[in-house]
């Protein structure tokens, strides 16, 4: 199926399910008060909110997929990617190795030592990317003097 025709049967599909969601939404809002409680309702509300989640998780997979095919079949394009990805997991891996798996006593009845091991490594790479944008910032500022 080439572009044109699945963005065609895309934009059916999207206008489908945004009609659905306003015939549910009305239905919704246009029901009084006093029957909120009725079962029927409330079966309705559940029903409308299921197909929800379940939109939600075909629209979510939908936009992996594509991304993930558009990377695949433009690899050379993406090389930058690969390359701050696989930075971003080195950074995470030795942050992760580096961080203690301590717990102070205070919160040692809330706190696991893989918790606190987390924790530590999640504050590890807050600190190297933010000094990788503090970094940044000031040799674009330095090199667009020299410019």
Do not use: C, W
């Amino acid at each position: 199926m080439d572009n044109k025709k699945l963005g065609t049967v895309l934009t059916v599909i999207a206008f489908i399910i945004g009609v659905a969601g306003i015939i549910l939404g009305i239905a919704i809002m246009g029901t009084p008060e006093e029957e909120h409680y009725d079962p029927g309702f409330q079966s309705m509300v559940s029903g409308t909110i299921q197909f929800t989640n379940v939109l939600l998780i075909i629209a979510a997979a939908a936009a992996i997929l594509f991304g993930l095919y558009y990377f695949v079949t433009n690899i050379k394009k993406n090389i930058p990617l690969l390359i701050g990805i696989l930075v971003f997991v080195v950074i995470g891996i030795v942050s992760y190795s580096m961080a203690g798996d301590a717990v102070p006593a205070r919160v040692a009845d809330e706190l696991t030592p893989q918790t606190s091991k987390l924790s530590g490594a999640g504050l590890g790479v807050m600190y190297v990317l933010l000094i990788i944008a503090l970094l940044s910032a000031v040799i674009g500022e330095i090199s667009r003097i020299f410019k």
